[in-house]
Nanobody
Framework: QVQLVESGGGLVQPGESLRLSCEAS????????MGWYRQVPGKQRELVAV???????NYADSVKGRFTISRDNAKNKVYLHMGSLKLEDTDVYYC?????????WGKGTLVTVSS
């Protein structure tokens, strides 16, 4: 079992930056990849960014060049630095861990971009 706790969401204005953090606990040795997804109520959860234990990253086209995912294996944390935020980035952001072929999710943190 893997437990994930997100933090760092909040209200920002367009063009500003925000950093999300996710701390993993439990069977962390089994984690292969960690990532961030987002979901607006009524819509499907979509991938934002993912990073493997080896540091390979992948991003949604909509955030490439603006968001950066990083991982601190020593602290069991993954971060999402979000820059040049847009109104359409408003969403609940969920941390995800892929461990032993199973997906684990955090409870989510709300990011609101508003002028």
């Amino acid at each position: 079992q893997v437990q994930l706790v997100e933090s760092g969401g909040g209200l920002v204005q367009p063009g500003e930056s925000l950093r999300l953090s996710c701390e993993a606990s439990g069977s962390i040795f089994s984690i292969y990849a960690m990532g961030w997804y987002r979901q607006v109520p009524g819509k499907q959860r979509e991938l934002v960014a993912v990073i493997t234990s080896g540091g390979i990253t992948n991003y949604a086209d909509s955030v490439k060049g603006r968001f950066t995912i990083s991982r601190d294996n020593a602290k069991n944390k993954v971060y999402l630095h979000m820059g040049s935020l847009k109104l359409e980035d408003t969403d609940v952001y969920y941390c995800n861990a892929d461990a032993d072929g199973m997906n684990y999710w955090g409870k989510g943190t709300l990011v609101t971009v508003s002028s």
